[in-house]
Nanobody, 125 residues
């Protein structure tokens, strides 16, 4: 009923920048919080950045001051601008949106939210 499509990952040199996008589609009724997670090889998935419907943001300490999360509710899209990238930022990045959608005459609010397919970010010289 809802699909999230990520784009913008790739290979970048240390100090470079990338911008990730995550667009939701489907019979969407509303969207609450949005966020980005990442998972590096051999590590647990961690929250990178989070944004509320009102625009309040928070970041994990390792990316604060370098990454910026934003949202465009008209496009059902969340972005992650990543600057001053470091090799330790290398990971698969997953977007998350807490979406309510319409189906069969009712509104469904899935527990656990909706997730993108993941996009690889590699920071290497």
């Amino acid at each position: 009923q809802v699909q999230l499509v990520e784009s913008g990952g790739g290979l970048v040199q240390p100090g470079g920048s990338l911008r990730l996008s995550c667009a939701a589609s489907g019979n969407i009724f509303g969207i609450n919080a949005m966020g980005w997670y990442r998972q590096a090889p051999g590590k647990q998935r961690e929250l990178v950045a989070h944004i509320t419907p009102g625009g309040s943001t928070n970041y994990t300490d390792s990316v604060a001051g370098r990454f910026t999360i934003s949202r465009d509710d008209a496009k059902n899209t969340v972005y992650l601008q990543m600057n001053s990238l470091k090799p330790e930022d290398t990971a698969v990045y997953y977007c998350y949106q807490d979406i309510l959608y319409r189906t069969a005459g009712t509104v469904v609010h899935p527990r656990g939210g909706s997730w993108g397919q993941g996009t690889q970010v590699t920071v290497s010289s």
